[in-house]
């Protein structure tokens, strides 16, 4: 049940963002909508999950991403109707240069990244979080480098642009309560949300109606290595 919730709550959670960012010129690079174009009307109706496509993708996908994570400090889980990969970010950032990946995180995600380019219908949604401690806001920009770090390389290995999202969401969504090390530790984390394309339009529409029009892209930067 916890685990059904922090999905409904990520879900939730990141079209609310989603939204708001296309009210907010300023915000409207934190994401990267599913399609290439500006304005396009929401669907009348709450698109479907196909459980038959969905849970064929899971199982088919689901050991190959295993396999690409072997040997790295990330984790894979299956939840619901998605498979969710977890980086800590003291494995996988510098900690001299927080949103810049270490070379050992470039392997696992370049080789997710490689799997995933070859379906063109997947949906990939990246979340960087941070923990409590320092500024609300500066933790926020933190996890948003971050997660932007993370989507150059899936950028770099050929997904298109409108197959991404990412989302700086700061301390918003925690694991663990943030009142001893290992707590924030699980708590700085950069997650990515994998399924069907179609499967996440509809899991991020049934938190929260209508579906948003698509926002405008933002250019990033290749990925820095230390």
Known sequence: MMRANCLALILCSSLTACAASSDKSADSGNWW???????????????????????????????????????SKMELERRQNVLVVTAPVDASFNADRPS????????PFSRVAKILEKDRLTGVLILGHADSSGQVEANRKL????????????????????????????????????????????????????????????????????????????????????
């Open 100 to 107: 810049m990946l270490l070379p050992a995180a470039l392997g």
């Open 33 to 71: 909508s599913f399609g290439g174009k500006e304005k396009v009307a929401a669907p009348a109706a709450v698109p479907k999950i196909d459980k038959k496509l969905t849970t064929a993708w899971l199982d088919e996908y689901e050991p190959q991403l295993r396999e690409a994570l072997k040997g």
């Open 143 to 226: 996890s948003e480098d971050r997660a932007k770090a993370v989507a150059s390389i899936f950028r770099l290995s050929g997904l298109n642009r409108d197959r991404l999202m990412l989302k700086g969401v700061g301390s918003d969504m925690p694991r663990a309560a943030n009142d001893s090390s290992d707590g924030r530790k699980l708590n700085r984390r950069v997650e990515l949300v994998l399924t069907p394309q179609e499967t996440l339009v509809a899991l991020l529409a049934q938190y929260n109606q209508p579906v948003v029009a698509k926002t405008s892209i933002e250019q990033i930067k290749p990925a820095k290595v230390d």
